[in-house]
């Protein structure tokens, strides 16, 4: 759903967690291809709630400044780091969002909230002092992105770039039923069978999650350890209540979220991204697409939703030559 990373279960969180750290032995570079810059600004944001911690990567730079915003609720901004390479021309602002990372993780349900969420964006945004911004969400990133434009109408947002775009939950479940209906039997039936019984912490149901995920959220084998880190870093606590126990399932307050009636508000400049083999699939992105005149979209092929992993090359080029554009218009 709007997320990137998915452990299941509740009391059984380290059983599910144990079962994930094989996938997570090995590890390689999220850097390998990308020019290191060096962190110039970091701190914490005080927000509804506690505090956020944000980082900024060339920060000295002239360029309207990218603002990103991550999946889950609750996959903090490790996995983004390649995205530390169009500091070149303009600061990028990582921030984990309240409830996991390295900003504070208060326990207390009605943080959890779209609303809220949104007014820490405001907030964030506010503290930076970012008049002018581009937006960048992956995944539950481009619902919060997209829900702080028809909540709050801001100025000065430049573009959106929206990655692996969840706008609709109905939508996200109805993508992710056809592509169980694709694995192989064994594993399908292994899903089918653990959903009916809700034993979403047995092995079989977690070995077939990984089958899952190895296909349509991250096809690199091994995965990156800045995807790695933001496993490591999650907050489960605003994911299960939000979403709820895994991809197939939805118990949370995000079950009946969708936003698609209201795409047609947005009169920016959008960018629509997505893997060939993405949980949000090509035919959805570019449903999404439709809805806002003169937006784009771009699919990386082979790639799924971690795309801008997978293909990082590419995908840096076209979020590059987006911005300009936009800047420029």
């Not at 609709?168 to 069978?193: E, F, G, Y």
């Not at 920016?268 to 999404?288: M, N």
């Amino acid at each position: 759903m709007g997320t990137n990373f998915i452990p299941c279960g509740d009391d059984h969180m380290k059983s599910a967690l144990f079962t994930l750290g094989i996938i997570l032995l090995s590890m390689v570079s999220c850097k390998q291809n990308s020019i290191v810059i060096p962190s110039l600004k970091e701190g914490y944001i005080p927000v509804t709630g506690g505090k956020v911690w944000y980082h900024i990567v060339g920060a000295d730079k002239k360029g309207i400044p990218l603002l990103t915003l991550h999946g889950g609720p609750g996959a903090p901004h490790d996995y983004f780091e390649p995205l530390e390479t169009l500091a070149d021309e303009r600061p990028v602002i990582f921030y984990d969002q309240l409830g996991c990372g390295k900003s504070d993780r208060p326990s207390d349900t009605a943080l959890w909230t779209v609303d809220r969420f949104v007014e820490e964006l405001d907030q964030v945004r506010s503290f930076l002092k970012l008049s002018q911004v581009h937006l960048l969400g992956g995944s539950w990133g481009t619902m919060l992105g997209v829900e702080y434009m028809l909540r709050k109408k801001p100025e000065g947002i430049v573009s959106m770039v929206l990655s692996g775009p969840f706008l609709s939950t109905p939508r996200w479940m109805a993508d992710q039923q056809m592509w169980i209906s694709q694995l192989p039997p064994n594993v399908r039936d292994s899903i089918i069978k653990y959903e009916e019984n809700k034993n979403y912490a047995a092995p079989g149901y977690q070995d077939a999650m990984m089958a899952f995920y190895r296909e349509h959220v991250c096809r690199l084998d091994p995965w990156p350890d800045c995807l790695n880190r933001a496993f490591a870093g999650m907050g489960l606590e605003v994911y299960q209540y939000m979403w709820g126990p895994s991809e197939f399932t939805v118990t949370g307050t995000l079950k009946n979220a969708d936003v698609t009636d209201k795409l047609h508000q947005i009169k920016i400049s959008v960018l629509f991204t997505c893997g060939e083999f993405d949980e949000a699939t090509p035919a959805t992105t570019r449903y999404y697409q439709s809805k806002i005149t003169g937006s784009e979209v771009y699919v990386f092929n082979g790639a799924s939703h971690e795309h801008p992993l997978e293909s990082e090359e590419e995908y840096l080029k076209v979020v590059g030559d987006f911005l300009k554009r936009s800047a420029d218009k």
